[in-house]
């Protein structure tokens, strides 16, 4: 997959895109990652699901979304005439699952590209998450991998013992490129009612908070792999995306700070240009891992 600019929309925060339609130009953006998607329809948690932290925002949405088919059905022809990348996020309970939605979407010549979000529960395995483990995170890669022709992403949990380990185990599985990262586990009190502000109780963190750990991971996984990251959190500037370029990433996805302004994927496109031409830099590849000061694996 080749983006116009390394400016993607984060699936959860952009909606199915379509919704975004009417605050920028989606041809001003490299692409969109659509909301999750299940084969069934999904209701997600009670409310409250979202809550406000200092720098950042805690979420509980519980991947509600309308299932493949109304997606198939009533938004993708929505978004045929839009020359932008469109990646569509899927999720599943079972490895299976993955690979039954990876093979539906593969014969849908619109959709560029497939991220796998490897932070859900495997119900078959007691629940533990599927990309806490390296050696599942390559199965269902591969698995994966077996049934589309097209740009997969692994969305990697940052809730590892080694993000390095997942990473390479994504990379082994056959994904053509890995997001770094989902958000952290979290959780706010009601001091009135003296419980979990959430209806879920506990939720995932987002926001400027996270920026400094996910460059981290970001920056540590540099080096490791011969397939692009995808670095994501916290990014609201240019300034933002150069760091991540800086530690190793080759494109960002833009999530929570859609919420403060829904215009802002079109505007650090526009920033990261002038910040370009000022720099004298001749291509944002340039800056990838430039702070690392190593050559690609």
Known sequence: MRLQNPI???SGTFGYCVEYKKFIPLESIGGFVTKGLSLEPRKGNPEPRIKE??????????????GLDAF???????LKSTRTKIIVNIFGTSIDEYAELA??????????GIELNISCPNVKAGGAEFGKDPLVVQAITQKVRNKTGKTLIVKLSPMVTSIIDTAVAAQ???ADAVSIANTYP??????????????????GLSGPAIKPITLKLVYDTYGSLHIPIIGGGGISTAEDVIEYA???AAAVQIGTANF???GITAQLADGLQDYLVRARVRTFASLTGAAKNISRV
């Open 246 to 248: 800086l530690a190793g």
């Open 72 to 78: 198939l059905r009533d938004v993708l022809p929505q």
């Open 53 to 66: 932290t200092p720098s950042g925002l805690i979420n509980s949405i519980g991947l509600e979304n309308i």
């Open 172 to 174: 082994n599985g056959g």
């Open 103 to 112: 093979g539906r979407l593969d014969r849908i010549q619109r959709i560029d």
């Open 186 to 203: 979290a959780i706010a009190i009601d001091t009135k009612n003296k419980r979990p502000f959430l209806g879920a109780k506990t939720g």
């Open 8 to 10: 993607i929309g984060a």
């Open 260 to 262: 403060i302004n829904p």
